[in-house]
């Protein structure tokens, strides 16, 4: 039997989603029409209401003005040590971490030759200014351990203005972790960066 | 740090979605931001377009029309053999099997009388109406076994019109299942299902 036609349009745009496939996207369209119609409709218009969210003009992170709520916080923006992120879902990690008090800057991605993304796709100019801005003495690289990644701190560790500590994220064992299951990078990783007790 | 607000609206409507955490909400959302206008245009719509939906007059399906596209085949409903579901997904389910020819009924759930949800309301009355319309000979029950479940089935079995063999669905072992891992239940039920070689 065919779906009928607006639950099938429903169903192949609810495929896109990272991790949704043929089965879970009718199990959601299905879901979705057993709720009332107010709950479909402001289902509906917050998706399109994503369609409004800016970046902010000070460190490039998802929001709903000019400025974020992190770049108006003088708790945060005026510290000398600041947080760079490849993407808005890292930002929010660190984030929940609770362990950064600094200010941040969202990359839009890493470097990529092969692809065509160099410097300015991914805003190293508007980095730069705002390490100078912000009278920035220390930045942390928080960018994923990946080939790209790692030549973009590499990258930033150069172009960086002087005078300005380039820290990067420490790797080793994650908590938790249980040595016996973790690749050897990872195990080389963690012997390198062992700490005296 | 506060998610912005066109955003933090859209995670709390996709939270509601079955299986959709906090996390995963977030992570839907920030996908769906990584997407072209059109497209988040398009999920926007396709979901709005979920409202337009109707239920089949004669057999409860969800469809676009008056009549699903099953009850508008003469190859499926002038057969003497009807399926009776509690839901969509569960006719999506046999369908997909491509085991059953006949035609649908789909209940709206099942009987529970301590919500207060009677025959009426689970659409009994339809049922019948449908099965004489269609001069059905055989109808099987694809009601899943539950408390409620069976209760359905009972009270089926007794209301339904007299001269109509009620089948319900067997039950046992699943394929590709393990004995060892199965309730005592369903090993009961297949040991009493049992059949000769």
């Known amino acids: 039997m065919e779906l009928p036609g607006t639950l099938n349009e429903a169903v192949t745009q609810l495929k896109r989603l990272p991790g949704i496939g043929e089965r879970s996207a009718i199990r959601l369209a299905l879901s979705i029409l ?15 209401g994503l369609l409004d969210i800016k970046n902010c003009i000070s460190c490039n992170a998802l929001c709903d003005n000019e400025v974020c709520s992190l770049c108006n916080d003088p708790n945060r923006i005026d510290k000398p040590i600041m947080c760079v992120v490849e993407s808005m879902s890292d930002l929010l990690a660190i ?47 928080a960018v994923n351990p990946s080939i790209e990644g790692d030549a973009t701190c590499s990258y930033l560790n150069e172009v960086l203005p002087d005078g300005i500590i380039v820290d990067r994220i420490g790797f080793g064992v994650p908590m938790g972790g249980s040595l016996e299951y973790l690749d050897s990078m990872t195990i080389s990783q963690a012997l390198k960066n062992r700490k005296t007790l």
């Open 34 to 48: 057993s709720w009332d119609q107010e709950n479909i409709k402001n289902l509906s218009s917050s998706l399109s």
């Open 95 to 141: 984030e929940n971490s609770g362990e950064f008090a600094g200010s941040y800057f969202v990359l839009s991605g890493v470097l990529n030759p092969l692809k065509g993304i160099g410097p300015d796709e991914i805003g190293v100019p508007n980095l730069c200014k705002a390490a100078i801005n912000r009278k920035i003495s220390n930045i942390v690289l």
